[in-house]
């Protein structure tokens, strides 16, 4: 199954730009992926006078990290940490897509091996130390490994955020009204009325209680 994967990602037509990550889940506290590049032994030479020049790039659901260029070297030593945000959790087919090259300042960068990394154990303990076995350009596994340190923090949902945002909403639908009340200066001489506006309490209206707002009449000088 793992041979499969590699033959279907090996042949898909993958972008080289660095995508957007996933969308966001509604209230979630975000999870990560982070793994740790430690190093890699015995690499391919494909130099014709010296020594491959590595350097690693992981992807993860379309989202690439790259280690830096070590040049002339067949052991080389990174011990750098790339992290991924995760609103949606990872699944037990989720995979990390694993390619080193050799780096080429003017001619394509050759690749040095590859490999499809499976994430489900991952998913299940939340962190592992992993050597990976590199297969060449023709698809076999050889004597180059990649070693790799990784932690998996799931994503979780926060129900006391989710209540929260739901209290607010109900007091905004409440809102504050302005609201204009008639009142007689001089009772029984209907050409003094005057207007005075009324602010509402704001306050949810399914919770105010009318009946305990004051219908006394004010005197006006």
Do not use: C
């Not at 998913?123 to 050597?131: M, Y």
Request: glycine content about 6%; overall charge negative.
């Amino acid at each position: 199954n793992e041979y499969k994967s590699y033959l279907r990602y090996r042949n898909a037509d993958t972008h080289t730009e660095e995508q957007n990550e996933p969308a966001r889940m509604t209230h979630s506290k975000e999870g990560q992926l982070q793994v740790l590049v430690r190093n890699a032994q015995n690499l391919q030479n494909v130099e014709r006078f010296g020594y491959s020049d590595p350097h690693v790039i992981l992807e993860l659901d379309g989202i690439k990290r790259q280690t830096r260029v070590i040049h002339s070297e067949l052991n080389p030593e990174w011990n750098e940490t790339f992290t991924w945000k995760r609103y949606t959790p990872l699944t037990e087919e989720s995979i990390l897509l694993i390619k080193v090259y050799d780096y080429e300042k003017i001619l394509k960068n050759k690749l040095l091996g590859e490999a499809v990394y499976p994430l489900k154990d991952l998913v299940r303990i939340g962190a592992q130390e992993a050597t990976v076995p590199l297969r060449d350009r023709d698809g076999k596994v050889g004597e180059s490994r990649l070693n790799l340190y990784l932690e998996y923090t799931k994503p979780t949902l926060d129900p006391d955020e989710d209540m929260e945002e739901g209290v607010q909403e109900e007091v905004g639908m409440g809102g504050a009204e302005e609201q204009e009340q008639e009142i007689e200066v001089n009772p029984g001489d209907p050409t003094t009325v005057a207007k005075k506006k009324k602010s509402a309490i704001a306050a949810p209206r399914s919770t105010m209680d009318r009946s305990k707002l004051s219908t006394k009449k004010q005197d006006f000088q």
